[in-house]
């Protein structure tokens, strides 16, 4: 996600790091790679222009400080107006006073609106909300049973009624079923076209008129560029949305459309998909997606991403295990499936400030480690987990054999924990942050 438009503005830093001063001439040539940049990344053409003229204003403007290093300032200023081009604050999805908050979600075909149903559900129901989704697509074929499958595989209800061929009906029956059943939230998926047509606004407009949604977000699929954006306009010219959802940020490089839709439309980004599992949602936050794009991380996410696998009570005690020596196998094990949880490697890694995306890019990490070690672990018996040392030749051949490994790799892991505990040891013994570092070196990987 924005991977050309962060190297390239890591470039244009490293242009303005020689300079004692900000200047009218380092400024105009370091705007127009911005607004080179911009264009590259596919953000529309007068976003583009405003964008960099708001930053040559205020980078030349009464407010510089001549005290502060021209490249921190150069890119407080890019943060501060990226920030203003995406919304400024984030934005929360509607809440009605009385149960239920209805919410419809339009589209394109092929846009990820019926994934993102489920994924709106799934968010919700994470939040300790109860809802429902109504199968509102009566035109593409298997539509109906996606959502089905999607509302199963998150324990949440899905309402359609077989063979009707009315989505007005469907849409109503929906939030009356919502009602009856005392949900906090019904999702209503509607049908898309491959392109926008009056039969298709018509649906959606009489939906609305019917249900009176409190809330209405536009899905776009983000790999489309300006073509998301002049979507966006047409839709919500005709059906006055309340926010937007880009999808596929995973799968765009440029990120043109997350820069260009606020200003275009006026209305805000409300969330970002950023994969295809059903946990794969983000809200959206300017101010977090600016520092991403400007290579400065978003350890808030982050850590938002840990505590949503991993309770504070979880934490104590894995903490305390490792206090008193005890951290086993099994112990090893469970954090690794809560890290996968996560997301890649790769993505978590990004999240860090100071991480080089280009390095990161070439390191190709291999999350099939994660998996290998797994199967190693699963193929010792529990004695074997808790007390490693008694694993002699005959047992690690066992274990190889079971986990499809090979020895050398039973023994790598073996070792690499056993460096750790020692580590742990002194840690406990308060040997030092020195010992920290190593440890972290040393963590147990099969490569």
């Keep these: 996600m924005f991977e050309e438009l962060s190297s390239k503005f890591e470039g244009l830093y490293r242009k303005i790091r020689g300079t004692a001063r900000i200047s009218e001439s380092n400024i105009s040539e370091a705007v127009r790679d911005v607004r080179r940049a911009l264009l590259d990344a596919d953000v529309n053409y007068k976003v583009a222009k405003k964008f960099v003229d708001d930053v040559e204003k205020k980078s030349t403007g009464s407010d510089v400080l001549k005290s502060v290093n021209p490249e921190q300032q150069f890119i407080k200023i890019l943060y501060d107006e990226l920030v203003e081009l995406m919304g400024g604050a984030s934005a929360d999805i509607a809440v009605s006073a009385e149960v239920p908050t209805i919410i419809m979600v339009c589209g394109l075909q092929g846009s990820g609106k019926t994934t ?228 890649s490697v790769a993505d978590l890694l990004s999240y860090i400030p100071g991480v080089n995306k280009a390095a990161l890019a070439e390191a190709n990490v291999d999350e099939k480690s994660f998996t290998r070690v797994e199967a190693i672990i699963t193929s010792m018996t529990t004695e074997e987990r808790r007390f490693p040392h008694i694993l002699n030749g005959s047992r690690r051949e066992r274990i190889a054999q079971g986990s499809g490994t090979t020895v050398q790799e039973v023994n790598r892991l073996i070792k690499q924990f056993s460096e750790m505990q020692k580590m742990m040891k002194k840690l406990s013994q308060g040997k030092g942050s020195r010992q920290m570092r190593e440890m972290m070196k040393n963590m147990p990987t099969v490569e």
């Design 116 to 343: 993102f149903t489920g994924k709106l559900a799934n968010y919700l129901k994470l939040k300790g909300k109860r809802a429902g989704l109504v199968a509102g697509d009566i035109y593409r074929p298997a539509a109906i049973e996606q959502l089905q499958i999607l509302g199963a595989s998150i324990d949440v209800p899905v309402f359609t009624i077989p063979n009707e061929k009315n989505a007005v009906k469907i849409a109503e029956e929906g939030v009356r079923f919502a009602r009856t059943n005392g949900l906090d939230y019904v999702i209503i998926d509607t049908a898309g076209r491959l392109t926008i047509d009056e039969v298709m606004m018509k649906e959606v407009a009489d939906i609305k008129a019917t249900v009176k949604p409190h809330e209405i977000l536009f899905v776009c699929d983000a790999m489309t560029g300006q073509d998301a954006v002049n979507t966006a306009k047409a839709f919500h010219d005709q059906l006055e949305f309340n926010g937007v959802v880009l999808t596929k940020l995973d799968g765009d490089a440029r990120g043109g459309a997350a820069l260009s839709i606020r200003s275009v439309v006026e209305k805000p980004i409300k969330f970002i998909s950023t994969g295809e599992k059903l946990d794969a949602l983000e809200q959206f936050h300017p101010d977090r997606m600016a520092s991403r794009i400007l290579g400065m991380g978003d350890i808030v996410t982050l850590v938002e991403k840990a505590q949503a696998q991993i309770s504070e009570e979880e934490a104590k005690k894995v903490e305390d295990k490792l206090r008193k020596n005890e951290f086993t196998l099994d112990d090893f094990r469970e954090q690794l499936q809560q890290i996968k949880k996560m997301g």
